[in-house]
């Protein structure tokens, strides 16, 4: 199960930090990471983060975004700085087994989203 809180409104330049709650996914072969999906435009992989602690970002993030977890609380973070009107989107929390993929095909587990609006 996967849960995400931390979207909401924001000036561009700001800040915002998502958590997702996740739960069974505490093997070394996994990927857990963050998605978007604007209006109108297909779901894009953010960030992932690897069981082993590899990451990937999307170049249209790089600089800006930091993915991260906490295993004693079961929880990955998505810190977002310097955002723009293009973050805006519903955010999403996946995980699979196996190696990561910035695609979002494949991910087995997702949450319900948080909706970041950047204006």
């Known amino acids: 199960q996967l849960v995400e809180s931390g979207g909401g409104s924001v000036q561009a330049g700001g800040s915002l930090k998502l958590s997702c709650v996740f739960e069974?996914?505490?093997?070394?072969?996994?990927?857990i990471g963050w998605f978007r999906q604007a209006p109108g435009k297909e779901r894009e992989g953010v960030a992932t983060l690897s069981g082993t602690g590899n990451t990937y970002y999307a170049d249209s993030v790089k600089g800006r975004f930091t993915i991260s977890q906490d295993n004693a609380k079961n929880t990955l973070y998505l810190q977002m700085n310097s955002l723009i009107p293009e973050d805006t989107a519903m955010y999403y929390c996946?995980?699979?087994?196996?190696?990561?993929?910035?695609?979002?095909?494949?991910?087995?587990?997702w949450g319900q989203g948080t909706q970041v609006t950047v204006s």
């Open positions: 069974g996914y505490t093997t070394n072969s996994r990927c």
């Open positions: 996946a995980a699979r087994l196996g190696a990561c993929s910035p695609s979002p095909g494949g991910y087995n587990y």
